[in-house]
């Protein structure tokens, strides 16, 4: 069983989502960063994404997966290494890498995936390349449904952004 | 003693409101003033910080068990 340094290391999300972006892995920014990256002042401590599924999308992200040292998430002290069938599956995969806890999602609620997703993204310019995140309004629509109390607490954070963010937009407009 | 408990209830209702999680409007402009890539790093910061924190706090609790303790 391969031995892995096991200390937590304090997540580097911009570095992994500059990782991700120069390895030229297709996905949709889903989750508290895509909330985060839109305005929300939220905190978070892991960054979601919904890769595309095709077999080169897949290979490219495993490479990177395995530069950064990913290995599965779990309770207990097993190290295992994420395989290409973990990535073509439907399910979740939550990892923990160099950069901290990357989540790699193959839909999200609903059976949502990269192609559903695409039409409600925004794009966003990040350190140099393009990045489709989330729309704020999906993301409040979705929290909305959610019954999950963390959801709920957050979910006004988002919403008053949402608001300010469209009355900006507004007086841009007038 | 009726008016007591008209006034416990008063307070009590007012308690219940100021836990009610308000929204930082300020902190929202502030954010929205930003890039996504600054977003991102102030995300970044933050959570250096609580971290930061967190192992303070930890190193200073086990050298004060330590020090609790008998020679």
Redesign the interface.
């Known amino acids: 069983m391969p031995s892995k340094n096991k200390k937590p290391q304090?997540?580097?999300?911009?570095a992994l989502?500059k990782g991700l972006n120069e390895a030229g892995v297709e996905f949709v920014l889903v989750g508290g960063?895509a909330a985060?990256?839109?305005?929300?002042?939220v905190?978070?401590?892991d960054l979601d994404i919904v890769h595309r599924q095709t077999d080169e999308n897949i290979e490219k992200l495993m490479k990177f997966l395995k530069s950064i040292g990913a290995y599965q998430r779990r309770p207990d002290d097993k190290v295992i290494e994420p395989d290409e069938r973990d990535l073509k599956g439907k399910g979740h995969v939550l990892l923990t890498t160099r950069f901290g806890p990357l989540d790699v999602l193959a839909v999200i609620e609903k059976g949502r995936g990269f192609e559903e997703l695409l039409t409600d993204t925004v794009e966003?310019?990040?350190?140099g390349f393009k990045v489709y995140?989330l729309s704020l309004e999906t993301i409040v629509a979705l929290k909305r449904e959610s019954k999950d109390p963390k959801d709920q607490?957050r979910l006004?954070?988002l919403e008053?952004?949402l608001r300010?963010?469209r009355e900006?937009n507004e007086d841009d407009y007038l | 003693m009726i008016e007591i408990e008209k006034v416990e209830v008063a307070q009590h209702s007012d308690k219940q409101k100021n836990l009610q999680p308000r929204v930082d409007k300020g902190l929202i402009e502030m954010f929205l003033k930003m890039t996504p890539e600054e977003r991102v790093r102030s995300n970044d910061n933050t959570i250096r910080a609580l971290v930061e924190l967190r192992n303070a706090f930890k190193k200073q609790k086990t050298s004060s068990s330590r020090s609790e303790r008998p020679a």
């Open positions: 304090v997540p580097d999300l911009s989502l960063v985060v990256a839109q305005g929300a002042p905190t978070t401590f966003i310019e990040f350190q995140v607490y006004q954070i008053e952004t300010r963010m900006i």
